[in-house]
Structures are given as structure tokens and as C-alpha cells.
């Protein structure tokens, strides 16, 4: 059974960084295209971030130059250093990745980036 826990979420000053990470048991990142989207109240989840497997990198334009996906394989673990951050970066963050047409989701961690 493939489960995703999110961690490293809380409330942050604009300007600062956090680093979120992603566990991921019953699968090996590093053989999945794995992302982080994100969802704030009253919008629709849209991705941040996708690292595939030979270690291609995605972002969205909102984002470019400021996050960084990374990956450490032996700890299969995905990361998302978050810099600069912005008021408009406050959601809910989620790990994702999808197995034999099924998408597998995290429940999540917080990001507050009070102005």
C-alpha cells in the first residue's frame, strides 16, 4: 500500500524559507514521477513542483527561482525548499505521485507566510 506524510509546514514570515518534506512507504521514489501541489481556500489544486525518474525537474511559473525539488532516494524521501516566500504561498501542500493509473495523495502540511 502506497502512502505519502508530508512534513515541515507552519507559519513563516515573508522573505523566509521553509523546507517541506515527503515520506513515501510501499513504493521507491525514485522510479516514480513524483510532485507537490498545493490547494489555498477557494482555489483548485495546482502543482508547484515534479521531479521525474532520471531527475527531470518541473515548476510553475509562480514559483520559478524561488522553489527547489529534490529528492534523497536511500531515505526515499522528496523535499521542496521553499525560498523568498510570498503571502500567495500560503496553502495546503501535498505529495503526489501515480501508480498503474491510480493517484496516491498525502494529507498535507500547512504553509502560513503571514506579510
Known amino acids: 500500500q502506497v502512502q505519502l506524510v508530508e512534513s515541515g509546514g507552519t507559519l513563516v514570515q515573508a522573505g523566509g524559507s521553509l523546507r517541506l518534506s515527503c515520506v513515501a512507504s510501499?513504493?521507491?521514489?525514485?522510479?516514480?514521477?513524483m510532485g507537490w501541489y498545493r490547494q489555498a481556500p477557494g482555489n483548485e489544486r495546482e502543482l508547484v513542483a515534479s521531479?521525474?525518474?532520471?531527475?527531470?525537474?518541473t515548476y510553475g511559473n509562480s514559483v520559478v527561482g524561488r522553489f527547489a525539488i529534490s529528492r534523497d532516494n536511500a531515505k526515499n524521501t522528496m523535499y521542496l525548499q521553499m525560498n523568498n516566500l510570498k503571502p500567495a504561498d500560503t496553502a495546503a501542500y501535498y505529495c503526489?505521485?501515480?501508480?498503474?493509473?491510480?493517484?496516491?495523495w498525502g494529507p498535507g502540511t500547512q504553509v502560513t507566510v503571514s506579510s
Open positions: 503526489n505521485t501515480r501508480l498503474g493509473g491510480v493517484g496516491y
Open positions: 521531479i521525474g525518474r532520471g531527475g527531470t525537474t
Open positions: 510501499g513504493t521507491l521514489i525514485s522510479n516514480n514521477l
